[in-house]
């Protein structure tokens, strides 16, 4: 966790209540109420999470709410039936909401798409069609490499109605990491695109994904998705017998298919996020649990209305895009809007053209983003009529109060309450976040616990304490079911403090004396970059690849818009230490290539040496400290004490 972080949330006291008008309307708007409803999700929990399933449609009923009884594995809903799409799609699509707007898409160039849920239903139909005249059915992985376009969430929809595992790789990935993730899910079909527009540019995607699965047996079929359905779209070399075009296939099928009822514990889907180790590693979800999760915190926390328009700037392709764009609030009947570029594309006023063109009435972003229009200047702003928002949110990272004050002011114009959202790919969704007709805001904390969720903050041994570990000490119906492939991975990452009694989500946090969460960052080696998670263990590995490498050290530092940012330690094989800008770039080439473009470290120093224990362990709190400028903490554990001084002169060079 960062210094910087700590002392500026330390010295945070602004509270603000929720707008007394907000509050007139919202699903929960007393702090009693709140409290009432909490101390009963935890006293019981059966009658409680049982009464919210109840809000959905299920083929067949639950015989009981939790199974504990294979502690972490835990199941929700056992015995009953259900499917997430006929929950997001198929209720709404008769009846009164069928002509409601569902998806109101907007590419990049400027382009638009509306599917009302009655189209969903169609096209969510069709596209499951497909890919079961593919062979795909139920239990398969799907890989999905696509744009932010609505087929994206359709495809997800799509698996999820006819019970195909879906694996959503987000479409910055390097050819490299689709492999590892096809090949770790051993998906039978990889559905991609022919382009999608990013800073006007497209992206190659096709040709990033023929890399990718040349080595990935596993795959029978690539499906390729134009990416404006009205073109002849972006040209891409199709392999004869393997690829198939989505749009001729999707003539031939078809237009109904039923929804298969799935078990509640059955696997919904695949998504990797980075750890500790070098290996990303797929979190599991499963169908039950993360339904009524996801559906009870989108209801709740976005105070979802029938007539709001609700945007989330996420991709699908992380944790947010499939909880709060796609699954949580269309469960919810809520008309989202999706958009398929960058926030400066073409200048840096489009999110705020874009609230004021489609009337948004929530908004959900993460802080960087807010420090980057922080950065571009408030006249982008105050081009646009943001009059239609009620309600702002924040997600991926801890929001600096200036980010907070900014986002409350500027774009809230102090009437509109923030959700300062804390959860996890892990936890599925939100666990930690403000209600907004009821809880007074802090500008930096993400206040208290949603219904269900027992937070508390712990010191090693498990007693509370107001600064230390942040653990959840009992399961919630979203909590990730395990690792894909690796149950002892999942027990010794999430079930490796405290005996195994609590999950242990890898942050640290502190305490008020309102009892208030501020989650101030990881505690183990995963870096927050711009809200994407990175394990320093996976930059390392891609680093010591390189034949003059001899071994690396990366570290995360604040950085002023990316919350964090990458710092790498190299030390070269041989007498060499001074590397150079061709080493250098190579490097950055072999993380693009390995990785992706996003996780390519700000800073590279050659070194001939790291500061090690005596044992030969690096000492990476001292690599921090010089990159923060920190006065060195004790370094007479050090083999080499000189190796410090050398390292501070470099890093300020
Ligand atoms: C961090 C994103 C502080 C945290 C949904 C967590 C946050 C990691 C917040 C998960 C927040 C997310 N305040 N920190 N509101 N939201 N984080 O899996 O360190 O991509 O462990 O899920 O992001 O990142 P992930």
Redesign the pocket.
Known sequence: MTMENIESVLQESRVFPPPADFAKTAHINSMDDYRALHRRSLDDPFGFWGEVASELEWFKPWREVLDESEKPFFKWFSGGKLNICHNAVDRHARGSMANKAAIVWEGEPGDERVLTYRDLHREVQRFANVLKSLGVGKGDSVALYLPMIPELAIAVLACARIGAVHSVIFAGFSADSVRDRVQDASSKIVITGDGGWRRGKVLELKSIVDEGVADCPSVEHVLVVRRDPFTEGFPCSMQEGRDVWYHERAKTVSPHCPCEEMDAEDLLFLLY?SGSTGKPKGIMHTVGGYSVHTYLTAKYIFDLRPKDVYWCTADVG???GHSYIVYGPLQNGATVVMYEGAPNAPDPGRFWELIDKHRVTIFYTAPTAIRAFMKWGDEWVEKADLSTLRLLG??????NPEAWMWYHEKIGKGRCPIV????????GGIL??PLPGVTPTKPGS?TLPFFGVDAAILDAEGNETPSGLLAIRRPWPGILRGIWGDPERFKQTYWCNWEGRYYF???GARRDDDGYFW????VDD?V?VS???IGTAELESVFVEHPQVAESAVIGVPHEIKGQGLVAFVLLRGTDSTGSDTLRSELNDLVSKRIGKFAKPEKIIFSADLPKTRSGKIMRRLLRDIATGQSLGNVTTLADPSVIESLKTKYTD
């Not at 924040?394 to 929001?399: C, L, M, N």
């Not at 300062?420 to 936890?427: A, K």
């Open positions: 996020t992380w944790i947010t924040s997600v991926g990272e801890p929001i300062d959202t804390w959860w996890q790919t892990e936890t930690l976040s993400a989500p890898g942050d989650v101030v960052g990881r995963v927050n809200g994407h998670r």
